[in-house]
Structures are given as C-alpha cells and as structure tokens.
C-alpha cells in the first residue's frame, strides 16, 4: 500500500463543500461507521466526491480511507482505484472509521527529539529534519513534528484547524529541513495564516542546483497540480487551456557559490505553492541535486532534493536554522 501524499509549500486544497446529511443516510454507528444510499441527485458523482461531501471531508482523506480498505461500494471492497467512477442513484456504500482529522488529536511523543530555534507568546518556531513529515495524516501516527510539540505544548491541539492539524501555520515538503513555524494559540495562528496569505512573511531557502548559475533573478511562473500520489506540479502558459487551473507563483534568486557541476542558490519566494522552488529552479535550467521528480540528477552525495529552509522572520518573529549535516556535506563535496 502506498503512503499517503504529503504536500509543501502550501498546497492547494482539495476539500469538497461540506453538505447536511440528507435523511436517506443511516445514522452512525457507535463504531463509527457510517451507511450511505446514492439518491437522485448524486446520479453520476464521482465517488470521491460523492463520499467527501456526505462525509464532511477532503477528498485526499476519502483516498485515505479507499487505501486503508474501510469503503465498501455496491458489496464489495473499494480501492483508491475507484475514486473516480460514477455512482449510481440506489447504490449503497459502507465507510467505517473515516476519521475526519480536524476530529483527531496527534499522539504526543515526549520523547522524541525537537528543537526548538525560536518562541515567543503563541508561537514557536521548530527546526524540521529532512524525512520528518510536519504533521499526521492518520491518527495513530506518529514521529511527526506535531507529535513532539504537542507533548511539550498540549496547548496547541486544536488551534487553528485543529486535529492532525493543530497549529500549523505552513508546510514544508518531507524532505526538506529547515525553519518552520507552528501557532499555539488561535489569535497567533490568525495572525500567521493572514501575514503568509498577504505574502508579508519573508521566507528564505538555500538549495543545491545543477550545473553553473549565476548572477540573480526573479522569476513568475503559473504552476498547476498534475499528479497526486505522488505530488507533481509543472509550468503552464497562463493564457493557455491549462493556465485557468493554475496560479501565478513568484519568487527571486541569487547564485552565492557556483561551479561546473553546482551551485549554492539563494531563493526568497513571495507566493507558496506545492514545489512552487523545486519547479520553478527545475524550469530555469537547474533542478535540484538529489531530485529526480523534476530531473535532478541521482548522487549518493545528495541523498535527498537539497533545499533547506535557512530563515523566516515576520514582525517580532524571526528564526535561523544552519544547514544539517546532509546539506553541508553535500555542499562541500561539489563546491568544495
């Protein structure tokens, strides 16, 4: 079974409109399960959507739920093969515990090693390592950063969307290390969400590209989803058939160290956007080392795509983190 996708960089969401039961549904089991009849209306839903909106979920946790084989469709099991077939007015459906995660709580995990960089009234600013994902998707995860915080700050379960989700204010990708800011309380995770919606928050990143860059630029791309399982974006032309589905991303770089083979990049987004950097280094010519999703090339130096979150700060708000070891290694051995 394939894990579920973890988005960066502030993805998109795909949450369906929520809707009131209609009165054809059975009422919920004590074991959480839920029965569900097709009527009318729903002739020809995709089944994703159809269950997301009588569920009251996104449609990534719909997927969720098909992969952990608790969907049962017309008698029989549903895989996450069929999330888009049509249903049909009359089909019955069984779902048993699928967990709406703003309903959740993350496992707390005192024991788990955190730092923390930065931290002031309601807020706390963590240094994330590559391969640790930021929150759970599934309640009985664990070994994210939200299962260490909440064991050192309980407070923070249930700010903001609450759930697997407390607190978060922003993403980074799985692999990607570096500063990343988490709410404690509900008025800073307001004030955080507003200030990174208004693009007031200044982000920087370094990343290890291929190949020779130099000088500095800005660059405006319109990005769109076009894989999930596993996330993929790609560049599209705005005025295009596709450039109504996507969003306009910007962002500015400056070379700091380059060679023949690499170069050290400096990279301040002003938008987020899933693998809104990693795209958008990929389009110029210089994908990052260690990322073959956007045609990096594969070095046992660079064991994951080399992008680091080196700084973010907002009005009192200010955290640094220094490259991890992976990083500096990798660094040394193609720059010298």
Request: hydrophobic share 35%.
């Amino acid at each position: 079974m394939s894990e579920p996708s973890r988005f960066g960089e502030d993805p998109p969401s795909d949450a369906a409109p929520t809707a009131e039961i209609p009165s054809d549904d059975a009422s919920s089991e004590d074991d959480g399960t839920r029965e569900l009849r097709v009527g009318p209306a729903e002739e020809g839903q995709r089944l994703d959507y159809f269950l997301a909106t009588k569920l009251g979920i996104s449609r990534a946790n719909v997927r969720r739920a098909l992969a952990r084989g608790v969907v049962s469709w017309r008698g029989r099991p549903a895989d996450p093969a069929a999330k888009g077939a049509q249903v049909h007015e009359g089909d019955e459906l069984c779902v048993r515990e699928a967990v709406d995660p703003r309903s959740a709580a993350p496992i707390p995990e005192p024991d788990r090693a955190l730092q923390i960089l930065a931290e002031g009234p309601g807020w706390c600013a963590v240094d994330k390592p590559a391969g640790t994902p930021v929150h759970p998707l599934e309640p009985h995860e664990q070994g994210t950063l939200l299962n260490a915080l909440a064991a050192r700050h309980p407070q923070i379960v249930g700010v903001g969307e609450g759930g697997l989700r407390s607190g978060v204010v922003h993403r980074l990708d799985v692999d990607t290390s570096g500063v990343l800011l988490f709410a404690t309380e509900a008025s800073s995770w307001e004030r955080l969400r507003d200030a990174f919606r208004r693009h007031r928050v200044e982000k920087l990143y370094w990343a290890l590209v291929q190949g020779r860059l130099e000088g500095e630029g800005e660059l405006s791309l319109t990005l769109t989803v076009s894989q999930h399982r596993p996330a993929r974006v790609r560049v599209v032309d705005a005025g295009g058939a596709d450039g109504g589905r996507g969003r306009l991303t910007q962002l500015a770089w400056r070379s700091l160290r380059a060679s023949d083979a690499a170069s050290l990049v400096e990279v301040r987004p002003v938008t987020g956007f899933l693998h809104q950097i990693r795209a958008s280094l990929a389009h110029l010519g210089h994908p990052l080392l260690g990322d073959p999703a956007y045609g990096g090339p594969e070095d046992p130096r660079a064991p994951r795509h080399l992008l680091h979150a080196r700084h973010v700060r907002h009005r009192e708000i200010e955290a640094e983190s220094e490259p991890p070891d992976d990083f500096a290694n990798a660094l040394e051995a193609f720059l010298g």
